[in-house]
């Protein structure tokens, strides 16, 4: 088997593909055009953020099996493209899940505390003491939208600051809410109430411009936003009006719609907005985690037919109210009425959580037990759903 690794991959996960046998070609910052012209030759494709894997790429992949993403979000990767072909898209939910709440709530503490504008100053050779009075976190609000993984070891690390934490997410269950000491509310209250508006959904067509002018009129005044999910769940132009108006007091993004940013994007010359190149998940304990899971679930797939953490389209376009695990989780993973989430549907597992795939976590960091549904032949590829990142 032939697998192409078109970004920069931990070297254990190299090493897990090349033990079980496998060719292994690491060719990154390939054009689009390069790109299409190499994956022809290859079985599995190891991506991470930056390769897009269009519908192009998947037509001229001939003898594609299985795309890899090392990672969780799938919004770079065409997945009803890849189902139309039979082919396999995986990808790693809970390897980074630490490393991402603990940069999101270091953005929380920078934008608070005006860190980054205090470092620019000193650096600038100027002692500027009375300009930069900051905001404690102590007993604020703290409003997460989206509470999988990531936006649930944030409301532990949050609780550690003794923050009050609120959450909308419509597919946690009660009890487990509950267990997390998280109060659960509706979307609307979530904006009335919170000091701070954490964002931790998927980019998905109900997500898209969660954020915007209509929505940051029900927010209280003053307001902070910090959105280290996905870029384009915000509206930016709106954000910048509020952040100019400071009806929104400050912000914090480690992601935008388009990335690279634009040097000249407007929210860059506000004092009042902070931001980071898309590196919630820059570490080297996150990217070892994501780099043996992917390498581990495709020598799996090869050797022993089994898929863990496959992800499907949802091609049946209902429209339904904001959700921030879009729906083929319930039917596609391999723990069908295991899912942490809609309702009552999963019970069982403290670290269970539906995230656009199902998985069985041993902790944060993102190991998973690899078990096959009993009395199932393990998929050789996912079709479309027939129906919930």
Not at 20 to 48: C, M, N, P, W
Not at 182 to 191: D, H, K, S
Request: with cysteine; aromatic share 4%; net charge neutral.
């Amino acid at each position: 088997m032939k697998i192409l690794v078109s970004e920069s991959l931990s070297k254990q996960g190299v090493e897990i593909l090349e033990k079980a046998g496998f060719t292994v070609h690491i060719k990154t910052k390939l054009s689009k055009e390069e790109l299409i012209r190499e994956i022809g030759q290859y079985d599995g494709v190891i991506v991470r953020s930056a390769t897009k894997v269009t519908a192009d790429l998947i037509a001229a992949a001939e003898r594609l099996k299985v795309i890899g993403r090392a990672g969780s979000g799938l919004d770079n990767v065409d997945t009803q493209a890849a189902t139309r072909r039979g082919i396999v898209v995986m990808n790693t939910p809970g390897g980074n899940t630490v490393t991402t709440a603990e940069h999101t709530m270091a953005m929380i503490c920078a934008m608070t505390r005006q860190i980054p504008q205090a470092t620019a100053s000193m650096k600038a050779r100027k002692w500027e003491k009375d300009r930069f009075m900051g905001v404690e976190l102590y007993n604020k609000t703290l409003g997460i939208v989206g509470i999988g993984q990531i936006g649930g070891y944030l409301a532990k690390l949050a609780q550690g600051m003794s923050m009050n934490v609120i959450a909308y997410d419509p597919y946690l269950a009660e009890e487990r809410a509950t267990k997390m000491g998280v109060e659960m509310v509706e979307l609307a209250e979530l904006f009335r109430r919170a000091d701070i508006i954490s964002l931790h959904t998927p980019l998905t067509a109900e997500t898209r411009s969660l954020i915007n002018a209509a929505a940051i009129q029900q927010m209280k005044p003053g307001v902070m936003i910090v959105n280290c999910a996905r870029g384009g769940i915000v509206n930016e132009a709106d954000l910048f009006q509020a952040l100019k108006s400071k009806r929104v007091a400050a912000a914090a993004f480690d992601v935008f719609e388009d990335e690279p940013v634009s040097p000249d994007h407007p929210l860059l010359t506000l004092e009042n907005f902070i931001c980071s190149p898309h590196i919630g998940a820059a570490t080297g304990e996150a990217q070892e985690n994501v780099a043996i899971g992917i390498a581990e679930q495709i020598v799996d797939y090869f050797t022993k037919g089994r898929c863990a953490d496959v992800g499907s389209p949802d091609d049946r376009g209902a429209q339904r109210p904001v959700d921030p695990h879009p729906r083929e989780c319930r039917e596609l993973c391999e723990c069908p009425g295991d899912c942490q989430g809609a309702g009552d549907r999963g019970q069982r597992g403290e670290e269970q959580r539906c995230r656009g795939f199902c998985e069985r976590d041993q902790g944060p960091g993102g190991r998973r037990e690899k078990a096959s549904p009993p009395g199932r032949d393990p998929p050789q590829s996912q079709g479309p759903p027939h129906h919930r990142d």
